[in-house]
Structures are given as C-alpha cells and as structure tokens.
C-alpha cells in the first residue's frame, strides 16, 4: 500500500545540494553544572548605543515592523498617563515549532521598573465568574509580592528566585543521566546495528538554561547523519516530510526500513524503541523502565525511580547537511536582531527529521518525518543578545531568559491548577518559547530588555501571547507557513479559556505564582 495516502502530496525542492559545511553539534558530552548563581541585582540603565537610542521608562518607542506581517499591539504604558491600561489582545491581525539541540546545564531562576499607569493606585478590578465563561468565583491568592505591597502587587524576582534549582540537586540528576544516556550510546555504537553511527545532541530547556522548577526533565538526541537523502514534502504542511534515498552505489544500511522507496519512521522508531528496552536491562545499580509509547510522540521516553523520579527523552534525529527546506526560506527573522551573518550562520547548519508524524484525518500518517530546529533555538538562546557581551560575567544583564522563565511558569501552573481541564491538553512550553522568539525579534535592542525592565518586558511577552490567542495565530519560527494556533491544531474554545485565564492572572497580580 502507498504509504502516501491522503491528499496529494506535491515534492518540495531537492535537498541533495550541499550547503557549506557547519561544525556539527555531536559527539558525546556530559550534562554540566547550571549557573546557580544569585538573581541579578539591578543595574543601572545603560547608555544609548549608536544607532538605538534609549527609551524613558514606561514609554513607547517607535520601532520599524519587523518584516511584511502585521505586528500585534503592545500594552499600553505611560510614567505620565494615571489611566488604566487598555486590555491587551484588543487588536487584530496575524502575529507569527519545532523541535530538539546539545549544550549547557539547568538553570532554575530566576529588575524592576517604575509601572506608570499600572500603579498600585489604578490596579484593575477583579473580573466576576461570569467573564470566565462558567469557571467558577476565582478568589486572588496571596501575592509574591513585597511585605505591605498593596493588593494585586507582585515581584517577578521573587518568583524567579522561587524557581532557581539548587546545586545539589542538578548535580545528582545529571550524574544519574550521565550514567544512563552513555550506557546506551555505547552499547549502540558497539553493536552491529543500523543506529551505529548514532552521536549525542542534547536538547531542551535544561541545555538552554531555562528549565523551571526541578531538574526532573531531559531531553536527549541521539542523531544519525544520513547523507544523500531527497524529501518530499507531505500535503504542503512544510513541516512533515517524506525521506527517500538517492542511488548509493556501497549500498544502504537503512534499507530494510523501506516502505515502497520511503524510509519509514515508524518502522525505524520501533527499532530504535526495541534496542533501547533491551540495553537498559544491562544498567547495573540503576532503576529504570521504559515508559508505554504515547500515540504521535517520537520519543522513547525512560522514567529513572531511584533516587529520584526522573524522566527522560531519547529522539531519534536524522540529520541532513544539505541546504535548509524551501519551506523555511522566510523563517528565523533574526536579521535586525542578532544580525544577517549570524543567520545565514545559522542556516549553514544541518538540520534535523525526528520521526514525529504528521496528523491524516483522526490518525496519522506514520511514515512522516517533521523537521526539528532545536539546535538553533538553542544556539539563539545561549548568545540572544546584540551585544556579544550581554549576560556574560562583565556584560549588561538583559531580563529576556528571565521573562521566558515566568511564561513557561505562567502556563506550567495553569496547566496544574486546572489539571482536570482538557482544553489546555494542547498548549505546550513550545508554543510559549516561538511567542517569545517573536517579541524578541519585534524588539531587537538590548536596551530594550534592560534587566530593570524585568516586569514590563514580561507584560509585553504575555500582551503578545493574548493576542495570538485571540487572533488564533502563532506562526512557526522557521517555518512561517505553519500556524501552531490553527483551528485543526488546538481548538477555538481551548485558546479562548486559556486567554481568560491569563487576563485574570494579570489583572490580579498573578496569583497562580504562588500556588502548588
């Protein structure tokens, strides 16, 4: 049977051409210690750089649109207004994920600027149960705020610093991850298989330095380069592929996950499962178990019980060193951000296929492979500033993994106080992070993330988010043909819940900080 059933499938440009090389991220490497130090105090306002001026506090600033789209409104803040700011996903129009990368430890973390019309003395009333569409009376909770702030105030560092992982506790995880993740790299490196030229990519919040709460969670990939490879992009999706081989003359060690000339994923994932469940039997002094498949996932997910429940991600990744899908050509507008070289950089790199299948009416299409950018995002993350200094040890501190820090909490503690809710089932920490990518590429400038802007910047991040909820539009990052809020991937009345839930929690002083 054709293995491509479903709507016509039209062939994306060959990615056989090769792009410049790129210094891989492989080879093995262990988990490393997190920065634990202290949350930053707050430093002064730096100067005006050339060509980016600094804006006074609590203002606006005019800035040029970051490409063709509409940009969504910002939330309106003025030092000299005494008027309640308007809500925030008012306005319509578009507003702009996918997947895994190697790198450094878990941070679990963590300046305040003057609110102007978001004064203690304007707070904005606290909406009834019947604007939350049948929720029930929602009561504010005890503020993280200062001792005597008056109510509906809140102190983002406090939060932050509530979320910093301890030393100890990073340090025993990730001896334990160590253990297990190389135990299985090698004995599939040794081993006369398909998977022997796998190397290690880690991926993930804990590598990116923006893992919240507890280092309970790893993500790791394991890659296999396949050179020579042809895709062919399913049902104009952009993101999900099917991977076929060109003639190789010395013959294909992947052949017998064939279906009909296309490399099943689903075949090769099962493979790659089975190995996997049969290698950990041979980890000595370490409790671990394969956990059951979750339909559509294309990880094999280990749960390690002892001492601590930890679990953790293996991804199979096919890595391709050809030039980036032409359905990314108008993706990662980083060019008035971090720069044209750095793009085109970035673009040199491979790219990875992670057998993530593609949905086909109520199941999927199992032989699809999705495209994965997490090395990049990860990449983006470890250097996200103009400055090549920003954030080291003798550079400014910007607020920018901070404010991605609190929307991942934000949406992390909503999840767990409406755990029996199925319409935040679909929201993920992904869509949070493509939102972030995108206000920081509406606003550029370090200067415009001071580490003092803490509280203000994070309200423009949420004011962002709002309005792809409302406007049911949040494009992919690399892949701006891709809508992760589309009406077939998360339904209306599941953002429309989710919206009302944040428009409380902001007017309220985000309560849900200090629950659970």
């Known amino acids: 049977m054709d293995p491509r059933r479903g709507p016509a499938a039209r062939t994306a440009p060959k990615a056989g051409a090769a792009a410049p090389k790129a210094s891989a991220q492989g080879g093995r490497g262990a988990l490393t210690e997190p920065d634990v130090s202290p949350a930053v105090p707050a430093a002064a306002r730096p100067r005006a750089q050339s060509g980016e001026p600094a804006r006074a506090p609590g203002s606006l600033r005019k800035k040029s649109a970051p490409g063709p789209r509409e940009r969504p409104p910002r939330r309106a803040q003025s030092a000299r207004a005494g008027q309640e700011p308007s809500s925030a996903a008012g306005a319509a129009g578009p507003a702009g994920a996918a997947g895994p990368a190697e790198g450094p430890a878990l941070s679990r973390a963590g300046s305040r600027r003057e609110r102007g019309a978001r004064s203690a003395e304007t707070a904005r009333p606290q909406p009834g149960p019947a604007e939350l569409g049948g929720v029930g009376p929602l009561v504010p909770a005890p503020s993280l705020g200062r001792r005597g702030a008056p109510p509906g105030a809140w102190e983002p560092r406090a939060v932050l610093e509530k979320l910093r992982l301890s030393r100890q506790e990073v340090s025993a995880a990730a001896e334990v991850v160590n253990r297990v993740v190389d135990h299985l790299l090698q004995r599939l490196q040794r081993r006369e298989s398909e998977f022997r030229g796998v190397a290690l990519l880690h991926t993930g919040s804990y590598y990116e330095r923006v893992k919240i709460s507890a280092p309970n969670e790893f993500d790791v990939m394991f890659k296999l380069e396949v050179p020579r490879i042809e895709l062919e992009e399913y049902c104009n999706s952009g993101a999900h592929y099917f991977v076929k081989f060109k003639r190789n003359p010395k013959g294909n060690p992947l052949s017998q996950f064939l279906e009909e000339e296309i490399l099943s994923a689903s075949k090769m994932l099962s493979k790659f499962r089975k190995i996997i469940k049969e290698e950990i039997k041979h980890i000595e002094d370490t409790d671990v178990i394969v956990e059951r498949k979750r339909r559509g996932s294309p990880a094999v997910t280990l749960l390690i019980r002892k001492p601590k429940e930890i679990s953790v991600d293996i991804i ?15 993706g990662l507008p980083i ?19 992670v057998p ?24 983006i993350l470890k250097n ?12 400014v501190k910007c607020c920018r993994k901070d404010c991605l820090k609190l929307m991942k909490y934000l949406l992390e503690q909503l999840k767990k106080k409406f755990g029996n809710r199925k319409e935040l089932d679909k929201f993920c920490s992904y869509h949070v992070k493509t939102a972030f990518f995108h206000v920081c590429t509406q ?10 802007d803490l509280e203000s910047c994070f309200d423009n991040c949420v004011t962002y988010f709002l309005h792809c909820l409302k ?21 209306k009345i599941s953002k429309e819940f989710l919206s009302k839930q944040i428009e409380y929690e902001r007017n309220n002083g985000f309560p849900v900080f200090g629950e659970f």
């Open 356 to 379: 993530k299948h593609a949905k086909e009416g109520n199941g999927f299409q199992e032989e699809t492979w999705r495209l994965s950018f997490s090395h990049i995002e990860k990449d």
């Open 316 to 330: 199979l990744a096919l890595e391709s060193k050809s030039s980036w899908p032409a359905s990314t050509k108008e």
């Open 471 to 491: 406007t049911e539009r949040l494009e992919h990052y690399f892949i701006p043909g891709v809508n992760l809020f589309s009406q077939d991937q998360i339904e």
């Open 335 to 353: 060019n008035n951000w971090l720069g044209t070289k750095v793009k085109n950089s970035l673009r040199r790199q491979p790219f990875y296929l």
């Open 443 to 452: 606003d550029p400038h370090d200067s415009q993330w001071h580490s003092n």
């Open 384 to 395: 996200h500033g103009q400055s090549k200094t920003c954030c080291e040890t003798h550079g």
